[in-house]
């Protein structure tokens, strides 16, 4: 079992970029696909925790609905990211207690360091 995790959409080009920057490299991971298997608001702000980040920091602004949220509300973002996955950016790379936002995929080198 790896230790690092990727939450992912499996169609994402940001998340192929990055799983073929994970391969060059030779590192092992563990992929989760929160489009089929979704998040809670709880696992959704605990990642973000690891990561440093706001609900608002990962909202998908193109996708239709975003612009309508309250982004100073970080309840009702995080309710509205876990009732609607395809509103949460990707990927969010996982390694112990700290994650990241790998966008770009380089990113992801933070947590290997």
């Not at 239709?64 to 509300?73: Q, T």
């Amino acid at each position: 079992m790896s230790d690092l995790t990727v939450y992912e959409k499996p169609t994402c080009t940001t998340c192929k970029s990055l799983f073929k920057l994970l391969g060059e490299n030779g590192i092992d991971f563990e992929r989760v696909n929160y489009i089929t298997d979704p998040l809670s608001a709880e696992q959704i702000q605990e990642l973000l925790g690891k990561a440093g980040l706001r609900p608002r920091d990962v909202v998908r602004m193109r996708e239709p609905g975003a612009r309508e949220l309250n982004l100073d509300d970080d309840a009702a973002v995080l309710a509205a990211l876990a009732a609607d996955p395809t509103l949460l950016q990707r990927p969010i790379v996982v390694r112990g207690d700290r994650a990241v936002l790998a966008r770009p995929p380089e990113r992801v080198l933070e947590l290997l360091r």
